[in-house]
Each structure stands twice: as structure tokens, then as C-alpha cells.
């Protein structure tokens, strides 16, 4: 079956461990094919979803090929890296300007307005040396945790409140190193005040790299200005749950008059199945049979 030759090179902000002490930052990714369209548009957990289509659509990061790029190994990618990925990949498969439509926020107001973005423009943030941190307590005591990662977040997403922040500690602080009586693991955290865990849990996100895509907009019904902050994941993965429909309909069509297989067609980029209906269209088209 015909494939697509087209890649993109991603220079990530963090990167991951190269196994010699350093962090590989490259990465490259192809177009999303019909068989990521599926996933990110079928499974519920929207953080899952962009870890799968980044698996179908990742072809290496650092010294990871083939199938090393799994769930895992994005999952354990700082969201910020994730992010990248997914912008960069929405380039290749959609192109550079994006366009959505946002509601005021205003009270009264919710006129919708449009928002266009140039993803080419996106650069990577300053990221801290290393992916963990410590906090110091006024109390002289400190917490020694890790950065959230992407998988973290597919762990996390969907838990009731009241149990998101424990989950949330129980992952990211550290264990209390041997012999440091002054520094608190994740069950001393939890015993702390719940203000003082808020701001524990605040400070540890803070400290979380994000790409910067925020946009700042003026309601041309009301005069609100407001923020529009875009998000990698939400974002690709509504467009292509709101393609579903179309692209079960380009299988049919494909799968009917080329009798390929269902595999054979979702594994084609998306730009190159719309050439193949183009065609299809085309023949169909055209007269059939000549002068009587």
C-alpha cells in the first residue's frame, strides 16, 4: 500500500535520557494516518488519546525508533514535550494556520469569535536544567518531588476531586532520602495542612515548562477583552473527533470500489486518501460509454 514519504523534524524543550547522561531532544513525526485519526478520536481519556496518535505517528525520539515509541515511553515525556509534538504533528497533517471559534466569556455576551493561529510560530520555553525540584517549607523542612509528566496526566485525568490532590502527591513528591529527617515524603505531605498541600501542589505545577499560546482578544459585540489560552491536546483531538464521520465514510467509499482492506486504508496519511477520493470522484465523474 502507498504511503507518504513526508516527515517533520522536532527539536523537543526537554527531551529524554539519551543512557549517556545527556538528554536527546530530536524527534520526528509523519502525518497522522487514518489509523491515529481512529484512536484519538475514540478513546474517552483525551490525555491517553494524544499519546496513542503520537505513538502511530512518531517515528523516533532521541535514540527511540520504531516500535520503542510507544505509550510508555510518551507518556513518561514532559507535558511540554507532548505538546510540542502534538503542534508540530498538527502542522504536517493540517497545515500551519489553525482556525477556532471561542465564546465570550462576558456575562450576558457569549458572542463567538474567531481566533486564527500561525502553529509555525510556536518556540519552545525555557525548561529547568532538570525534572525534579525542591520546595523549602517555613518551617525548615522541604519536599523533593518530580515534574508532572504526560503520563501522569492520563493517571490523573477523570479521578473525583476529592481525591486528585493525594493522587497528585502520591506520584510526583518523593520518598524522603535516607537520613534527611527534614525533608517530608508523600505521606507527611498529606498530613500537613490543606493550605500548605495547595500551595505544595501549586508550586509543583508552576515549575512545569508550557508552551506559550496565549492569546489575548477583544469581543467586537461587547468591548470584553479576554485571554484565549490554546491547548495542543484538546484542540487536535476535537477536530478529529469531529471528523469521525467523514473518514468512516472515505473508508467505505475506498474499501468499495478498491476493495483494499480496512487496515490498507487507515494506514494512509490523510492528505493522501483525500487524493485517492479525488481521483475516485473524478472517474466517477466522467461520462461513461460514447456517442450512440
Known amino acids: 500500500m502507498l504511503g507518504s514519504d513526508l516527515k517533520l523534524e522536532v527539536a523537543l524543550?526537554?527531551?529524554?535520557?539519551?543512557?549517556?547522561?545527556?538528554r536527546a531532544r530530536g524527534a520526528v513525526v509523519v502525518p497522522v494516518n487514518g489509523r491515529g485519526e481512529m484512536l484519538g478520536a475514540e478513546e474517552p481519556n483525551p490525555f491517553r488519546a494524544a499519546l496513542l496518535l503520537l505513538a502511530s505517528s512518531t517515528e523516533r525520539i532521541g535514540p527511540f525508533r520504531g516500535d520503542d515509541v510507544d505509550?510508555?515511553?510518551l507518556g513518561s515525556l514532559l507535558p511540554v514535550d507532548r505538546d510540542m509534538l502534538l503542534?508540530?504533528?498538527n502542522r504536517l497533517t493540517f497545515g500551519n494556520v489553525r482556525f477556532q471559534t471561542?465564546?465570550?466569556p462576558a456575562a450576558g455576551c457569549g458572542k463567538r469569535v474567531d481566533v486564527q493561529l500561525d502553529l509555525s510560530t510556536v518556540a519552545p520555553p525555557d525548561v529547568p536544567p532538570e525534572a525534579s525540584g525542591r520546595l523549602s517549607l517555613p518551617d525548615g523542612r522541604d519536599v523533593r518531588y518530580r515534574l508532572p509528566t504526560a503520563g501522569d496526566q492520563?493517571?490523573?485525568?477523570?479521578?473525583?476531586?476529592?481525591?486528585?490532590?493525594?493522587?497528585?502527591i502520591e506520584r510526583c513528591v518523593r520518598p524522603a532520602p535516607e537520613g534527611h529527617a527534614r525533608s517530608l515524603g508523600p505521606d507527611e505531605v498529606m498530613s500537613l495542612p490543606s493550605a500548605t498541600r495547595a500551595e505544595i501542589v501549586r508550586e509543583m505545577i508552576a515549575a512545569s515548562p508550557e508552551l506559550?499560546?496565549?492569546?489575548d482578544l477583544d469581543c467586537v459585540e461587547c468591548g470584553q477583552t479576554f485571554r484565549f489560552v490554546y491547548?495542543?491536546?484538546?484542540?487536535l483531538l476535537s477536530e478529529l473527533r469531529a471528523s469521525r464521520p467523514a473518514l468512516l465514510k472515505e473508508v467505505h467509499y475506498l474499501a468499495f470500489y478498491y476493495h483494499w482492506s480496512h487496515g490498507e486504508i487507515l494506514s494512509l496519511s490523510r492528505s493522501l486518501r483525500r487524493e485517492y477520493l479525488a481521483i475516485l470522484d473524478e472517474e466517477l465523474s466522467r461520462p461513461q460509454g460514447g456517442a450512440s
Open 154 to 168: 492520563v493517571a490523573l485525568h477523570g479521578l473525583p476531586a476529592d481525591e486528585l490532590e493525594a493522587a497528585f
Open 13 to 22: 524543550p526537554f527531551g529524554v535520557p539519551d543512557g549517556r547522561g545527556r
Open 212 to 215: 506559550d499560546m496565549t492569546l
Open 231 to 235: 491547548e495542543p491536546v484538546h484542540s
Open 87 to 89: 503542534v508540530q504533528l
Open 71 to 73: 505509550v510508555g515511553l
Open 102 to 104: 471561542v465564546a465570550c
